[in-house]
């Protein structure tokens, strides 16, 4: 059903009723306008609420004590963008350590994807592609 609407949305459907609403008269040679016809969705019309959107949370912890919020995140399956500049190396390190614990408990992932930078998601987001320049 939803890769229904999806084909249906991107003018793609297999519906054989989907043109019964555009006939055209062959005989006629006056041009018809259709902008009034068509429908026009918002992709951000409140629909997200009903499908269950999934959200991404940033944060960029200054003291330990921010990892607590950032595990809470992803244990309420969200994904998490950490950024580690406005810390020592020390503190991140001990930061990292607590948050792969954490994907870890819950069969996620944690993969940096900047200098300073980490995404933490819980399982049912999934990461694809790397970044090259990075060293894992």
């Given amino acids: 059903m939803a890769f229904e609407k999806l084909g249906n949305f991107f003018g ?8 019964a609403g555009k006939q055209v008269d ?11 016809n ?9 629909n997200n ?11 960029q912890p200054r003291v ?6 950032v595990a809470k995140q992803i244990l ?3 994904a998490v963008i950490v950024n580690f500049n406005n810390i020592n190396d020390e503190q991140a390190k001990r930061i990292v350590d607590f948050l792969t614990g954490t994907v870890f408990a819950l069969n996620g992932e944690i993969k940096r994807v900047g200098d300073k930078i980490f995404l933490c998601t819980p399982p049912k987001f999934q990461i694809d592609g790397s970044i090259p320049d990075i060293g894992e």
Avoid at 12 to 19: C, F, G, M, T, V
Avoid at 39 to 45: A, C, E, F, M, Q
Avoid at 49 to 59: E, P, Q, R, V
């Fill in 26 to 36: 062959q005989t006629n040679n006056e041009s018809v306008d259709y902008s009034n």
């Fill in 64 to 69: 330990y004590a921010d990892a607590k919020v």
């Fill in 76 to 78: 309420n399956n969200k």
């Fill in 49 to 59: 609420a009903k499908t269950g959107s999934s959200k991404i949370a940033i944060y």
């Fill in 12 to 19: 793609i459907s297999d519906d054989e009723n989907y043109d």
């Fill in 38 to 46: 068509e429908k026009v969705v918002s992709i951000d019309s409140g």
